[in-house]
C-alpha cells in the first residue's frame, strides 16, 4: 500500500467492487512440498524449513508487527522505538531503488537495520516502487528491484540473523496477472546467484491480494526455483477478503501444502469496496501459527489506516487499539525473536520479582488504565500480564510490553478485580501481584436505541462452528458503550470472541464492547466474530437486544 497515493488502495478493492471470487488452488505438485532442500542447505540465520520460519537457532517465528513508511517520511526516526514498546517483534520498512521515488541509499538502509536491532526488532526490507507493475505505469520492475538489492550486499550481508529482503511490493496490478510468476522467479534467482542467503519474501499479485489466484496456483512452482528453500510468500489482504471464508481458504491452502505464508499486509476499516474482516484474520493467523504485519503506522494520505495518528504513539486510532490491544493483536501475541538473548539461555531459571500493585485510572463504563510499579529481572523482564480475579479463578485481561496497559471490554456499572504478572524472556513468571479494585461507570449505553443485528453461521464442523454478529446502528445518534443480549436455543456456547467480552448464563449471552467496537456512529456498524459449541441442531438466536432496547434482525 502507498501511503502517498491512494488511488493504489483503491485499486486493490477493485476485485470487490466487481464480484469477482478468489480462483486458483495450489496445483497437484503442492500435495507434496518440498522443504528437504532447506534442511540440507546450512541454515544462516532466518531460514525456512518444513514450511516454517525458523531462526537460525532453529526456534520457530511467528512474525508479530506493521510497516512503516520509512522513504516517505525518512525524519520520523522515533517510530520503531515507539512500534516496539506496543510489543511488536517485526517491523516492514518501505523503501525506494529510486525508480518512482527518492533512493535510500547504503548508509542510510545500513542504519535502519541497526535501528532494528537496537529496538529487538526483526527488520523486514521492501522496494516499494514496484506496486502495481502492468496496471501502473509509474512502477517499476522487480529486475530493477533485484538490481537495488544487489547494490546493497555489503550493507546486508551478515544480517540473516535479523534482515528479511521482500523484494518488492505488490508486483504486479490486475492487468494480466498470469505475468506475475516469470518475473518473481527470475529475480529470486537473480537474488541467489548473487550470493543473498538471507529469507527472500515476494508479495502476490492483484496488487497483493491475488484474487485471480495466481500465486496460489504457482507458489510451489516458485519455491521449487530457489535452490535455498528460504522462501516466504506474501499475501495482502484489503476488502477482498471481507469473508471468514475467503480468509481461511486462502491460508489454509498454504498451510496445507506445507508452503511457508504470513499476512504481509492487511486493513481493517472498511472502505468502498468492501469491509475487509480482520477479525479473522488474525484469529486465523493466531491459530495456524502464521505472520502478520499491519498497514500501517502513520503516514497515510487517508488516515484510516493510521495506526498512529501524526505518527504519535500516544495518539492510537481505533485501527491501532485493534491492532496492538484487541484480541489476537499484537501486545496478546507478539513473541520477541531469541536472536536478541535471554530467552534461549539455559540458566536463567530466575523468575521476576512480582509487580507492585496496580492503580486505576480513567475508568470509563467499558475499560479502565491500569498503572503498576515494574518488577525487575536478573536478565530482563519481556512483559507482563493482567488477569481478572474472581475468586480463587483467574482469567487473562490484557498483556503489555510496559508497565501500563488500558483493560476494555468491561460492563457497565461492574466491580472487577485485576492483577499483574511479570515473564521475563526465558518464560519465568513472577508471583502475582496485589489486586486493585474496579467498578466501572454507570453512564454506559445510551437507552432506546435504533438498532439492528445480524447473525450468520460462517463455519461448522463436528461438534463446534463460528459465527458472525453484526450490530448496526439504525439511530441518528452515535452509540457510545453497548451491550448486546441474546439466548441460544439448542445449547450453544461461545469458546472465545473477538470485537467482544461475552458472559454466559445458560443460553443467555451478554456481550460488553471491546474498546474498538465500544463506538457505533449513527448509520454505522460493528462486526463480533466467535468460535462456539454446539450439538447436531445450531438454530440462531431469535432476538437480540442492545443496552436493553429490543433490535430488529437483518
Not at 466487481?18 to 540465520?45: F, H, I, K, N, Y
Not at 496490478?173 to 498470469?178: I, S, V, Y
Not at 469496496?273 to 479473522?280: F, L, Q, R
Request: charge should be negative.
Amino acid at each position: 500500500m502507498t501511503a502517498l497515493a491512494r488511488s493504489t488502495a483503491l485499486l486493490k478493492g477493485l476485485a470487490a467492487l466487481l464480484g469477482v471470487v478468489l480462483l486458483g488452488a495450489l496445483g497437484p505438485a503442492a500435495a507434496q512440498a518440498t522443504p528437504a532442500r532447506a534442511e540440507a542447505a546450512a541454515a544462516t540465520g532466518l531460514h525456512i524449513s518444513n514450511g516454517r520460519l525458523l531462526e537460525g537457532n532453529g526456534n520457530d517465528f511467528v512474525m508479530r508487527g506493521v510497516n512503516h513508511a520509512h522513504t516517505w517520511y525518512p525524519g520520523e526516526t522515533q517510530s520503531l522505538a515507539d512500534i516496539k514498546a506496543f510489543g511488536a517483534n517485526t517491523v516492514r520498512v518501505v523503501l525506494s531503488d529510486g525508480h518512482r521515488w527518492t533512493k535510500n541509499g547504503p548508509d542510510e538502509v545500513a542504519g535502519i537495520v541497526e535501528d532494528c536491532k537496537a529496538n529487538r526488532l526483526i527488520c523486514v526490507l521492501e522496494v516499494h516502487d514496484t506496486t502495481g507493475y502492468g496496471e501502473d505505469t509509474a512502477a517499476g520492475t522487480l529486475d530493477h528491484a533485484a538490481d537495488y538489492w544487489i547494490s546493497l550486499k555489503d550493507v546486508l550481508a551478515g544480517q540473516e540473523d535479523y534482515v528479511i529482503i521482500n523484494i518488492g511490493n505488490e508486483p504486479w496490478g490486475n492487468t494480466d496477472p498470469a505475468g506475475w510468476t516469470a518475473p518473481t522467479t527470475a529475480a529470486v534467482q537473480k537474488l541467489r546467484g548473487a550470493g543473498f542467503a538471507h529469507t527472500i519474501m515476494v508479495d502476490a499479485p492483484n496488487w497483493g491480494q491475488d484474487w485471480q489466484g495466481v500465486m496460489r496456483a504457482n507458489a510451489q512452482a516458485v519455491y521449487d526455483a530457489d535452490t535455498t528453500g528460504n522462501l516466504i510468500f506474501s499475501i495482502h489482504m484489503y476488502s477482498v477478503y471481507s469473508t471468514a471464508q475467503a480468509v481461511t481458504d486462502y491460508l489454509n491452502a498454504f498451510v496445507d501444502a506445507g508452503l511457508p505464508l504470513l499476512i504481509g499486509e492487511f486493513g481493517g476499516p472498511a472502505d468502498q469496496y468492501g469491509d475487509p474482516d480482520e477479525d479473522t484474520m488474525m484469529a486465523a493467523a493466531e491459530q495456524l501459527d502464521l505472520g502478520y504485519l499491519a498497514w500501517s503506522w502513520s503516514g497515510n494520505t487517508d488516515p484510516i489506516l493510521d495506526l498512529a495518528i501524526d505518527f504519535d504513539p500516544s495518539r492510537l486510532s481505533s485501527w491501532g487499539e485493534r491492532i496492538f490491544h484487541g484480541a489476537n493483536g499484537i501486545a496478546q501475541t507478539s513473541r520477541e525473536a531469541t536472536v536478541f538473548g535471554d530467552s534461549t539461555d539455559p540458566d536463567d531459571t530466575e523468575a521476576p520479582t512480582a509487580p507492585g500493585t496496580p492503580t486505576a485510572s480513567a475508568v470509563t463504563a467499558t475499560s479502565a488504565t491500569l498503572t503498576w510499579p515494574a518488577a525487575s529481572d536478573n536478565v530482563a523482564i519481556s512483559g507482563y500480564d493482567v488477569v481478572r480475579v474472581s475468586g480463587t479463578t483467574e482469567s487473562k485481561a490484557a498483556s503489555s510490553t510496559t508497565n501500563s496497559v488500558t483493560v476494555t471490554g468491561l460492563s457497565a456499572a461492574t466491580a472487577y478485580e485485576f492483577a499483574v504478572y511479570a515473564r521475563d524472556a526465558a518464560g519465568n513468571r513472577s508471583a502475582r501481584s496485589a489486586t486493585v479494585g474496579v467498578t466501572t461507570d454507570d453512564s454506559g449505553p445510551t437507552p432506546g436505541v435504533g438498532c439492528s443485528v445480524g447473525y450468520r453461521v460462517t463455519g461448522a464442523w463436528p461438534g463446534g462452528f463460528q459465527g458472525e454478529i453484526i450490530i448496526r446502528n439504525t439511530g441518528t445518534a452515535a452509540i457510545n458503550g453497548w451491550n448486546l443480549g441474546f439466548a441460544f436455543a439448542d445449547g450453544q456456547t461461545v469458546s472465545n470472541m473477538w470485537g467482544g467480552t461475552p458472559t454466559q448464563s445458560g443460553a443467555t449471552v451478554s456481550v460488553a464492547p471491546a474498546g474498538y467496537t465500544a463506538a457505533i456512529a449513527a448509520s454505522g456498524s460493528v462486526t463480533l466474530g466467535f468460535t462456539g459449541t454446539s450439538g447436531a441442531t445450531n438454530t440462531a438466536p431469535s432476538a437480540f437486544t442492545l443496552s436493553g432496547s429490543t433490535c430488529t434482525t437483518a
